[in-house]
C-alpha cells in the first residue's frame, strides 16, 4: 500500500507564505497523478490542485490559481505545494492524495478519484 505523509503546515499572517511536501512510499510513483485537497471546520473536503504522472501537467481550483503552484520530484517520491498571498479563507487541513487511475469515471477535482491519502497537514492564515 502507498503511504503518504504530508508536512510544512503551520501558522501565517495573510500574504504570508507556506510550501507543504508529501512524502509517498512506492517504486511506482512516477505512474500516478497526485493532489492536494483541503478541508475547513464544517465543510466538505475540496479540490485544490493536481498533477499528472507523465507531462507534468497541473490543474488548479479557481480559488487558488496564480496563488499556488503544485509540483513534483519523481526522484525523491515527493510532490509539493508551495502557496503564496495567502488568505484566511485558505485555513484548512491539507491533504495529499494519490491517484493510481483506477477510477477514470470521477472527476479529477472528486475525492472519490483518489487511491490514497494523508493524514493530513494543518494550515492557518491570521488576518
Known amino acids: 500500500q502507498v503511504q503518504l505523509v504530508e508536512s510544512g503546515g503551520g501558522l501565517v499572517q495573510a500574504g504570508g507564505s507556506l510550501r507543504l511536501s508529501c512524502a509517498a512510499s512506492?517504486?511506482?510513483?512516477?505512474?500516478?497523478?497526485m493532489g492536494w485537497f483541503r478541508q475547513a471546520p464544517g465543510k466538505e473536503r475540496e479540490f485544490v490542485a493536481r498533477?499528472?504522472?507523465?507531462?507534468?501537467?497541473?490543474y488548479y481550483a479557481d480559488s487558488v490559481k496564480g496563488r499556488f503552484t503544485i509540483s513534483r520530484d519523481n526522484a525523491k517520491n515527493t510532490v509539493y505545494l508551495q502557496m503564496n498571498s495567502l488568505k484566511p479563507e485558505d485555513t484548512a487541513v491539507y491533504y495529499c492524495?494519490?491517484?493510481?487511475?483506477?477510477?477514470?469515471?470521477?472527476?479529477?477535482?472528486?475525492?472519490?478519484?483518489?487511491?490514497?491519502w494523508g493524514q493530513g497537514t494543518q494550515v492557518t492564515v491570521s488576518s
Open positions: 512506492g517504486r511506482t510513483f512516477s505512474s500516478y497523478a
Open positions: 498533477i499528472s504522472w507523465n507531462n507534468g501537467n497541473t
Open positions: 492524495a494519490a491517484d493510481p487511475y483506477y477510477s477514470g469515471g470521477y472527476h479529477y477535482t472528486t475525492e472519490r478519484r483518489y487511491e490514497y
